[in-house]
């Protein structure tokens, strides 16, 4: 068989490749777009329900099973250590084991009597057996202007420091953020269940390609 291969003029212009269709790019764009958010979109899900539910046994499960409790910072008296909307964790332990350079949390006797966490500056033992302390905030030129006595057997120490998670939780407390988890959750649960089941299907010519 004799194959006719075509002869250019001299001079002559090569040939263009034909245009391409602008709607078959759009198209593969697309479908890469759709493959990308296919792969990424059940991770992302798989997190942010990850984290509800570490935030959920740390904040609900640990103190009823692990005894120790958790309160949001609502000021810098603390700080750097201790940051305004960071949560710290908090542990009992027994009031004759304070000692000086131990951050405690207890109800100040001043005022509205409210919860303050503090670093012990100094400790006294009374001849009846109770415990008195002074206290000072980190950040504080001053040492607090009382003398709280502690009472029964316990006292909390502060044993760890979970930064920015009282913003959240302060977030996630506000009405319109509530309504939004009530009916999103169910859906993010819905969705992530459809993404693990189906997947985009490839086209092996546009891989080829």
Do not use: C
């Not at 033992?125 to 008195?132: F, H, K, L």
């Not at 905030?137 to 040492?143: H, K, L, S, Y």
């Not at 998670?165 to 009530?182: E, F, K, T, Y």
């Amino acid at each position: 068989m004799t194959a006719t291969l075509p002869v250019r003029r001299p001079g002559a212009a090569a040939e263009l490749p034909p245009a391409e269709d602008a709607r078959s790019t759009a198209g593969r764009a697309a479908g890469r777009a759709a493959q990308t958010l296919g792969r990424v979109a059940p991770w992302l899900v798989r997190g942010v329900v990850g984290l509800a539910v570490l935030a959920f046994l740390v904040l609900a499960v640990g103190p009823h099973v692990l005894g120790y409790r958790t309160m949001t910072m609502l000021t810098a008296s603390m700080a750097p250590e201790i940051d305004a909307g960071d949560v710290i964790v908090v542990t009992p332990m027994a009031v004759s084991e304070i000692a000086e350079g131990m951050v405690i949390t207890y109800h100040k006797p001043v005022d509205d009597h409210s919860i303050v966490t503090h670093r012990v500056v100094s400790v006294e033992t009374g001849p009846d057996g109770s415990v008195q302390v002074r206290t000072k905030g980190d950040a504080n030129e001053a040492i607090d202007p009382w003398t709280a006595t502690l009472e029964g057997d316990t006292a909390y120490q502060v044993r760890a420091v979970i930064p920015e998670l009282g913003h959240v939780i302060r977030a996630l407390r506000a009405p319109v953020v509530s309504q939004v988890l009530l009916y999103g959750a169910p859906s993010l649960l819905v969705g992530w269940v459809l993404l693990t089941i189906w997947r985009p299907a490839r086209d092996d010519h546009e891989e080829s390609a």
